[in-house]
């Protein structure tokens, strides 16, 4: 069974940065995207940032220019480094892929979420 393990959350002052991290579990044959959504209390669960099997990436509006996704296709794992941090980027951050194992694909795999908070 495949799973994904997101890491790297925490507490961080506005205008500051961190790096979250999402691994796959699992024999992961192809990674057709995968990225990370973002919910924060109140709020619908909407898209921070996310790349494709090709390298091309998308970003939400609101992050555009202060985070960056990346992968390392070695470990199947995705990064977001996110910079110049302020307090409505607070939410609890999911990883979400799109993948292929042996026999199956998974088209809309969650991660169990990792807390983002920002202080002003």
């Known amino acids: 069974q495949v799973q994904l393990a997101e890491s790297g959350g925490g507490l961080v002052q506005a205008g500051g940065s961190l790096r979250l991290s999402c691994a796959t579990s699992?024999?992961?044959?192809?990674?057709?995207?995968m990225g990370w959504y973002r919910q924060a209390p109140g709020k619908q669960r909407e898209l921070v940032a996310r790349?494709?099997?090709?390298?091309?990436?998308d970003y939400g509006d609101s992050v555009n220019g202060r985070f960056t996704i990346s992968r390392d296709n070695a470990v199947n794992t995705v990064y977001l480094q996110m910079t110049s941090l302020k307090p409505e980027d607070t939410a609890v951050y999911y990883c979400?892929?799109?993948?292929?194992?042996?026999?199956?694909?998974?088209?809309?795999?969650w991660g169990q979420g990792t807390q983002v908070t920002v202080s002003s």
């Open positions: 979400n892929a799109d993948l292929v194992t042996l026999g199956r694909r998974y088209g809309d795999l």
């Open positions: 790349i494709i099997r090709g390298g091309s990436t």
């Open positions: 699992g024999r992961v044959l192809t990674i057709n995207a």
